[in-house]
């Protein structure tokens, strides 16, 4: 490694062959850092969900904790983060949804550097006693300044528009379906009528991320998201849910059609979006596993949203462990509770 700092200027390799020698390093401790990911992600919010005044959701922490930590490997990796890729944009919408300030995530982020910094400190890959371990520590401080980086400038393209347009797949966004969602179960109970709710999980999104490039999870959103919309009418409701769902609410007639309508987008996927990465020439395929749910709304029931969005996550989970690229369908949903009979013109 003594060859590494002659060709070291301000951090950076000046020549090819020791910029090569960077890339490598990069390249290992990333995939470190992705290897133990569980294990730095649990490290992390240990200490993050006690550090504010109370204790934040467990399984809120976590997930941020995930999206932050393969944020700083692929930055690690890639010397930059881009404020338009998937994980930034999930994390600014899951911060909002929540209304979490920017002070806590940039805590987080600082926490997780180190925790990484901590882990690769006894890793016998690296080792604080290496002659590399001064460029390694160097890398993991400058990928969450990135990061942090990355994250204000989403902040700042998404000043209004956030709660209504996820700009990579130009759908609806989450905290617009849900609002949409808890409205149209509301008037389903006044006047009755059938709505389908499918989800749409790309599988494995994150294996081809880590295999082939994080900006290919991104084109493939994108593509799912141009796609789904051939299949849905205007007025349907078509929305990014999360990282690597996409959502469509059928309200009324549509709704009848909704498996016929998830069928052929699952079929789609399959025969249109595979690619080749041109760098090894490699076949990708590319699937989606769907989950739809119908529900027949009498006048005077009632369904709690939340639940239904959570049982169509579970149907999706059925839908995984079956094989992948396959649909559930739940017919028959039962309506959780009865409210007493009102006029439809109330």
Not at 151 to 159: D, F, G, I, Q, S
Not at 301 to 319: F, H, Q, T
């Amino acid at each position: 490694m003594a060859a590494l700092s002659a060709h070291r200027k301000d951090g950076i390799f000046g020549d090819e062959d020791g910029g090569r020698m960077q890339d490598d390093l990069r390249a290992r401790i990333s995939a470190l850092v992705l290897e133990r990911a569980p294990l730095l992600v649990g490290d992390t919010i240990a200490i993050f969900r006690f550090s504010g005044a109370e204790p934040l959701d467990q399984e809120f922490c976590t997930r941020l904790g995930e999206i932050v930590v393969q944020l700083l490997a692929s930055s690690i990796r890639d010397g930059e983060v881009d404020p338009r890729s998937g994980f930034v944009v999930d994390l600014h919408h899951r911060t909002m949804e929540r209304g979490l300030a920017a002070g806590p995530l940039f805590a987080l982020a600082y926490l997780a550097e180190r925790t990484i910094v901590d882990e690769l400190a006894l890793s016998d890959r690296f080792g604080a006693t290496s002659e590399s371990w001064p460029l390694v520590a160097q890398l993991v401080r400058r990928a969450s300044f990135d990061l942090l980086a990355a994250y204000t400038e989403r902040v700042r393209l998404e000043p209004t528009s956030a709660a209504i347009v996820d700009r990579l797949t130009t759908l609806h966004t989450r905290p617009m379906l849900d609002a949409v969602l808890a409205k149209q179960l509301e008037r389903a109970g006044r006047y009755g009528f059938e709505i389908s709710l499918i989800l749409f999980d790309v599988d494995r999104l994150s294996a081809i991320n880590r295999q082939h490039g994080y900006g290919v999870g991104d084109r493939i959103l994108e593509r799912l998201g141009i796609l789904i919309r051939t299949y849905f009418r205007q007025h349907d409701w078509v929305a990014r849910y999360s990282e690597d769902v996409i959502a469509v609410l059928l309200i009324g007639p549509d709704a009848e059609h909704a498996h016929e309508l998830a069928e052929r987008v699952r079929a789609t996927v399959a025969d249109r979006l595979g690619f080749t990465d041109h760098r090894d020439d490699t076949g990708v395929a590319v699937t989606v596993t769907a989950a739809v749910i119908n529900v027949r709304v009498s006048v005077g029931d009632a369904v709690d949203p939340e639940r239904l969005l959570a049982d169509a996550e579970a149907a999706v989970e059925r839908g995984k462990r079956a094989g992948r690229n396959r649909v559930e369908r739940v017919d028959g949903y039962p309506i959780t509770r009865t409210l007493p009979h009102s006029s439809p013109s109330a």
